[in-house]
């Protein structure tokens, strides 16, 4: 089935770490996104993707890194320079032809 | 700056009630507004679309209509089911369809 998949759904990040969130998508989209939803907010742009080798900075990219290596896959690096990275992290694909499609989620804490 | 402001839930209803969600947005030119819906601990879906001012977006039931003059695009159902509890996002985006722009979202719960 044609799709995004993120992994891992849940994940726990200790004080001082980083680690990389997994987004891959077989849906042939060229662009790709990455959004932080916190409790009782709307989803926020982190970083954005319309073609392989080159993103852009959204609303709140600080403490974060991506990159762009394959159209199939955007993984998202939530640093240590990152002071709350506790939230819902949601990867999207999109065409305009039909609008975003968005992944299952992976729910990060810190530990 | 662009903005989406929705009603605050939770919005509780009866199964066959009648469902609206308030969303007004503010933008700079002449956005495609969107519909999302997301279910407990999973990812969103897109639920409709309009865009261009007049055009109704529908389904599964589920209408809003893009209103210029208002700068509105309010959701509606007519008959809810208790499969319809989730909360719903109203967004809207200027350029590429993913680059969104989210209203705070509006929990429904619909009970038996």
């Known amino acids: 089935d044609g799709g995004i998949t993120q992994s891992p759904k849940y994940l726990f990040r200790k004080e001082g770490q980083n680690v990389t969130l997994s987004c891959e998508q077989n849906l042939n989209h060229d662009a790709m996104y990455w959004y932080r939803q916190d409790p009782g907010q709307g989803l926020r742009l982190i970083y954005y993707s319309q073609i392989v080798n080159d993103f852009q900075k959204g609303d709140i990219a600080e403490g974060y890194s991506v990159s762009r290596e394959k159209k199939e896959s955007f993984p998202l690096t939530v640093t240590s320079a990152q002071k709350n990275p506790t939230a819902f992290y949601l990867c999207?694909?999109?065409?305009?032809?039909?609008?975003?499609?968005f992944g299952q989620g992976t729910r990060l804490t810190v530990v | 700056g662009n903005s989406v402001t929705q009603m605050e839930g939770p919005v509780t209803l009866s199964e066959e009630a009648f469902l609206t969600i308030n969303c007004t947005y503010t933008?700079?030119?002449?956005?495609?507004l969107f519909w999302y819906v997301q279910y407990p601990g999973e990812g969103l879906q897109l639920l409709l679309k309009a865009t261009k001012a007049d055009d109704k977006g529908s389904n599964k039931g589920f209408e809003a209509t893009y209103r210029k003059e208002t700068t509105s695009f309010h959701l509606e159902k007519g008959s809810v089911q208790v499969s319809d509890s989730a909360v719903y996002f109203c967004?809207?985006?200027?350029?590429?369809?993913?680059?969104?722009?989210f209203g705070a979202g509006t929990q429904v719960v619909v009970t038996p």
């Open positions: 967004a809207l985006s200027e350029d590429s369809w993913g680059k969104l722009q």
């Open positions: 933008a700079t030119g002449y956005p495609s």
């Open positions: 999207a694909s999109s065409s305009n032809r039909v609008g975003a499609f």
